[in-house]
């Protein structure tokens, strides 16, 4: 792996664990065992690399969103699309446990961070519309912009409130509990024609539960 990539994926573990204020540059270089001035032969500082790593994530969400877009034909076919969103959420999830402090911090990372949350908008937005011209989804046009900044608020927040109740829950338990909040909050629009991950209303529910 390449110096920069190395430095990328150190500062993402360590920010993920420790928090973006607990971690400085130099305990980055310190954790890869290179010099500071080798950093900053990469990066101009700590700023650059949050902000590397927000393009990171921002391109394989438009990557994934491209992958999926003549995939899907009923609302069976996004349970690996959200999971995957989610997956990648948890991924880089000091982003969203620092998401207050991040935007008022340097306003390279706001305008990045802003371009993610539309981003994220966008495919919420164009995910309930497909359903609806696929005639899966029972939504007017009023009430689809109001469920898709829900869907967008559960799943930048999910993680933090999650964590917050419970933090012993593994990677996999997060991402599929998150998945589960999204999949009931779209289930009551769904139309009778509509194939959902879960058979029915109580089986949704008894999954959320257990």
């Known amino acids: 792996m390449k110096t920069k990539d190395r430095i990328l994926s150190v ?6 664990r420790d928090g973006v204020a607990q971690v400085s540059t130099l305990i980055i270089a310190t954790e890869m065992g290179i010099s500071p001035g080798n950093l900053y032969y990469h990066f101009r500082g700590k700023d650059e690399i949050i902000a590397t790593l927000v393009s990171e994530l921002q391109n394989s969400l438009t990557t994934l969103s491209n992958e999926y877009a003549d995939k899907v034909k009923d609302f069976d076919d996004y349970w690996p699309f959200m999971h995957t969103v ?3 959420f948890t991924h880089y999830r000091f982003l969203f446990r620092n998401l207050d402090n991040l935007n008022g911090h ?3 990372i706001k305008r990045k961070i802003r371009t993610l949350i539309l981003k994220l908008r966008h495919m919420c937005n164009e995910m309930l519309k497909h359903l609806v011209v696929l005639g899966k989804l029972k939504c007017d046009s009023e009430s689809l912009p109001l469920l898709a900044d829900n869907l ?3 799943s930048l927040n999910w993680l933090n409130y999650q964590t917050l109740l419970d933090d012993h829950y593994s990677e996999s338990e997060l991402v599929r509990s998150g998945v589960l909040r999204l999949i009931s909050m779209v289930e009551p629009y769904l139309a009778e024609s509509a194939t959902s991950p879960f058979f029915t209303h109580e089986d949704l529910v008894k999954e959320l539960v257990t």
């Open 86 to 88: 989610m997956a990648l």
């Open 106 to 108: 340097n306003p390279q």
């Open 11 to 16: 500062s993402l573990e360590l920010f993920n």
């Open 152 to 154: 967008l608020l559960v």
